[in-house]
């Protein structure tokens, strides 16, 4: 065996003072075990173990390879803190006096589970079932220690190694085609062959078909009899609409006609005032003056065939009076109207804009009412603290309340003290006040120097009244042995202070 290192001896028996129950058989073991396998690679540290029921715990641990002849085998071997004898009262799936040994597979390995060792890399042996049973303290025998472990470890995996390396995976077969041949690609020169499409049906905007004559107003056809001009029309449209429209009067200004701007585009409608008095007039025939001749117009549309019922159009109850003097007006707002057409400011140009403008104002709308909304539930949520801050201050008032009965109940007691209103709520003041004696200030500044140890632990650790942790990277190994000196320093501090307790007849 190899002589350690004293500085690695004294770091495994500082390890082992703060929690390791037997220190003095776990430090022979391991040290006998560093002679050993120092040497073949094997290490040793501390570090957190977690069982299966989910405790943690900070143990020693020895990891390395170990040389089974065929093969190299990773092991990490904890070492419990009742090591090496069993505890009775620890649960059975928590580190109990054995070593818990695991086989770590390394990159391209995988473990391959037998008897000896589970899924997990666990490993099982008749060997550590008898140190659990029979390796007690009172046992005197020598037939359970590390090096005798890992002489099992080595027959074990000799015989049945634990690891294997993964299957290969099988080669991908390209599946073959056995439907029918896909028809060939179309070239890019090729032209696809175009369907007709079917035109859609059109739609007919000459409106509802006006009434029939009735039967009694039909006359005879009158045989070789010239046919006039207007015959040649459509019988069913009335007459009113049957003669062209009279020209505009002399004194009115004619409306200059728009010219098309040069761009490809249907020009925009035209509005102009017409002066239609001759069709708004009523429909029978006015004595003519002597000197004036008969209008062959009026003439024409006085002859009516009696009994023809005329579509009346509501837009012609217009009486003469009422557009006379609304020319100049109605021939303005003509001009208006084919003006604003024919600028670029029209509907055609303007309808993008209404839109996008439409769009604005609906993403508005719906930006609003999400906000409304959000101010609904901010009112309730409000609403809901002031209900619970309303609660708290109710009953900060009835504890300052009760508190000023107390103290009024202390001020009028002599040789009692009362923590309530209620009844038995009072305790004599003998039995709380003692006289001082050594132990009381030793248990002071015991309790003082716990309370410190704890803040400082936390203060390193980041957890002490929202302070930034003070170990990283650059100081860690120098925080670990504060923290682990002053964790040792603090079991010390507990033990003191609860042999002081029993010694006092306290409760701990």
């Given at each position: 065996?190899?002589?350690?290192?004293?500085?690695?001896?004294?770091?495994?028996?500082?390890?082992?003072?703060?929690?390791?129950?037997?220190?003095?058989?776990?430090?022979?073991?391991?040290?006998?075990?560093?002679?050993?396998?120092?040497?073949?690679?094997?290490?040793?540290?501390?570090?957190?173990?977690?069982?299966?029921?989910?405790?943690?715990?900070?143990?020693?641990?020895?990891?390395?390879?170990?040389?089974?002849?065929?093969?190299?085998?990773?092991?990490?071997?904890?070492?419990?803190?009742?090591?090496?004898?069993?505890?009775?009262?620890?649960?059975?799936?928590?580190?109990?006096?054995?070593?818990?040994?695991?086989?770590?597979?390394?990159?391209?390995?995988?473990?391959?589970?037998?008897?000896?060792?589970?899924?997990?890399?666990?490993?099982?042996?008749?060997?550590?079932?008898?140190?659990?049973?029979?390796?007690?303290?009172?046992?005197?025998?020598?037939?359970?220690?590390?090096?005798?472990?890992?002489?099992?470890?080595?027959?074990?995996?000799?015989?049945?190694?634990?690891?294997?390396?993964?299957?290969?995976?099988?080669?991908?077969?390209?599946?073959?085609?056995?439907?029918?041949?896909?028809?060939?690609?179309?070239?890019?020169?090729?032209?696809?062959?175009?369907?007709?499409?079917?035109?859609?049906?059109?739609?007919?905007?000459?409106?509802?078909?006006?009434?029939?004559?009735?039967?009694?107003?039909?006359?005879?056809?009158?045989?070789?009899?010239?046919?006039?001009?207007?015959?040649?029309?459509?019988?069913?449209?009335?007459?009113?609409?049957?003669?062209?429209?009279?020209?505009?009067?002399?004194?009115?200004?004619?409306?200059?006609?728009?010219?098309?701007?040069?761009?490809?585009?249907?020009?925009?409608?035209?509005?102009?005032?017409?002066?239609?008095?001759?069709?708004?007039?009523?429909?029978?025939?006015?004595?003519?003056?002597?000197?004036?001749?008969?209008?062959?117009?009026?003439?024409?549309?006085?002859?009516?065939?009696?009994?023809?019922?005329?579509?009346?159009?509501?837009?012609?109850?217009?009486?003469?009076?009422?557009?006379?003097?609304?020319?100049?007006?109605?021939?303005?707002?003509?001009?208006?109207?084919?003006?604003?057409?024919?600028?670029?400011?029209?509907?055609?140009?303007?309808?993008?804009?209404?839109?996008?403008?439409?769009?604005?104002?609906?993403?508005?709308?719906?930006?609003?009412?999400?906000?409304?909304?959000?101010?609904?539930?901010?009112?309730?949520?409000?609403?809901?603290?002031?209900?619970?801050?309303?609660?708290?201050?109710?009953?900060?008032?009835?504890?300052?309340?009760?508190?000023?009965?107390?103290?009024?109940?202390?001020?009028?007691?002599?040789?009692?003290?009362?923590?309530?209103?209620?009844?038995?709520?009072?305790?004599?003041?003998?039995?709380?006040?003692?006289?001082?004696?050594?132990?009381?200030?030793?248990?002071?500044?015991?309790?003082a120097d716990i309370k410190a140890h704890k803040d400082t632990i936390d203060l390193v650790g980041g957890n002490f009244k929202g302070e930034s942790e003070l170990i990283n990277d650059e100081n860690m190994d120098q925080c670990i042995k504060s923290v682990r000196g002053l964790a040792r320093e603090l079991f010390w501090l507990e033990v003191t202070k609860t042999e002081i307790g029993k010694s006092m007849g306290l409760q701990m």
């Amino acid at each position: 065996m190899a002589k350690i290192l004293s500085k690695v001896a004294n770091w495994l028996y500082l390890v082992l003072q703060p929690q390791y129950l037997h220190k003095e058989v776990a430090y022979s073991h391991l040290y006998h075990f560093l002679a050993a396998y120092l040497t073949q690679g094997f290490k040793i540290r501390t570090a957190v173990y977690t069982s299966v029921l989910g405790h943690s715990q900070l143990l020693i641990n020895l990891y390395g390879k170990l040389d089974c002849g065929t093969c190299l085998v990773p092991l990490n071997i904890w070492i419990p803190l009742n090591y090496p004898f069993q505890d009775e009262n620890i649960p059975a799936l928590e580190p109990n006096g054995v070593p818990v040994v695991f086989v770590v597979p390394e990159h391209g390995l995988m473990i391959r589970p037998n008897n000896n060792v589970d899924s997990q890399g666990r490993f099982y042996h008749p060997f550590m079932a008898l140190w659990h049973q029979n390796y007690t303290p009172t046992a005197q025998t020598r037939d359970f220690s590390l090096l005798l472990l890992m002489s099992c470890l080595k027959i074990t995996f000799e015989q049945n190694p634990p690891l294997n390396t993964p299957p290969a995976a099988p080669p991908k077969v390209q599946p073959t085609n056995t439907g029918p041949q896909l028809p060939p690609k179309m070239s890019y020169n090729e032209t696809p062959v175009q369907l007709p499409t079917p035109e859609p049906p059109r739609r007919e905007t000459n409106g509802p078909p006006l009434p029939q004559k009735p039967l009694e107003a039909q006359k005879p056809v009158e045989p070789q009899k010239p046919v006039e001009p207007q015959a040649t029309q459509d019988s069913s449209i009335p007459e009113k609409y049957r003669m062209p429209l009279p020209l505009p009067p002399q004194d009115s200004p004619s409306p200059v006609p728009v010219q098309s701007p040069p761009q490809q585009r249907v020009p925009p409608p035209q509005v102009v005032y017409q002066d239609n008095s001759e069709l708004y007039e009523p429909r029978r025939l006015r004595p003519q003056g002597p000197g004036k001749p008969p209008n062959p117009r009026k003439a024409q549309t006085a002859k009516k065939p009696q009994g023809i019922n005329e579509v009346e159009d509501l837009m012609d109850k217009v009486t003469l009076n009422e557009n006379k003097g609304d020319r100049p007006i109605l021939q303005m707002i003509s001009d208006k109207i084919n003006e604003f057409l024919a600028s670029d400011e029209s509907l055609v140009t303007a309808a993008p804009f209404v839109e996008q403008q439409k769009l604005k104002i609906e993403a508005l709308e719906n930006q609003l009412l999400s906000h409304l909304k959000q101010a609904h539930a901010n009112e309730e949520n409000l609403q809901n603290h002031i209900t619970y801050v309303q609660g708290q201050v109710e009953s900060i008032r009835k504890l300052n309340v009760e508190l000023q009965q107390v103290d009024q109940i202390n001020a009028e007691s002599k040789d009692e003290v009362a923590f309530g209103t209620g009844p038995g709520q009072k305790i004599k003041l003998e039995d709380i006040v003692t006289p001082d004696s050594i132990l009381v200030n030793q248990l002071y500044d015991t309790v003082a120097d716990i309370k410190a140890h704890k803040d400082t632990i936390d203060l390193v650790g980041g957890n002490f009244k929202g302070e930034s942790e003070l170990i990283n990277d650059e100081n860690m190994d120098q925080c670990i042995k504060s923290v682990r000196g002053l964790a040792r320093e603090l079991f010390w501090l507990e033990v003191t202070k609860t042999e002081i307790g029993k010694s006092m007849g306290l409760q701990m």
